[in-house]
């Protein structure tokens, strides 16, 4: 069954970075796009990037275009984010997940603040 280990969040102050990774397992991982979504207290789930099964393709939401970068090692069946400029309203609940499937994994949290 589908698998994903998020990891790597953690408190950084704003204008920090932070290189979150999703580490899959359980299905095979070059057929599918992979999403980052986050989620922050009080709001909704909201859709940060995605890429494309073989990474050729990338999209962002408009808040995280030209400080955030999406990226895939196919070898290994894990997906990047790396996280520049960070903000404040930018805390939250980091999740990555597999196009087509409702599964979601524990998330990694990230905490931007001085």
């Known amino acids: 069954q589908v698998q994903l280990v998020e990891s790597g969040g953690g408190l950084v102050q704003p204008g920090g970075s932070l290189r979150l990774s999703c580490a899959a397992s359980g299905f095979t991982f070059t057929n599918y796009a992979m999403y980052w979504y986050r989620q922050a207290p009080g709001k909704e789930r909201e859709l940060v990037a995605t890429?494309?099964?073989?990474?050729?393709?990338?999209h962002y939401g408009d808040s995280m275009k030209g400080r955030f970068t999406i990226s895939r090692d196919n070898a290994k069946n894990a997906v990047y984010l790396q996280m520049n400029s960070l903000r404040p309203e930018d805390t939250a609940v980091y999740y990555c997940?597999?196009?087509?499937?409702?599964?979601w994994g524990r998330g990694t949290q990230v905490t931007v603040s001085s």
């Open positions: 997940k597999r196009s087509g499937s409702t599964y």
């Open positions: 890429i494309s099964s073989n990474g050729g393709s990338t």
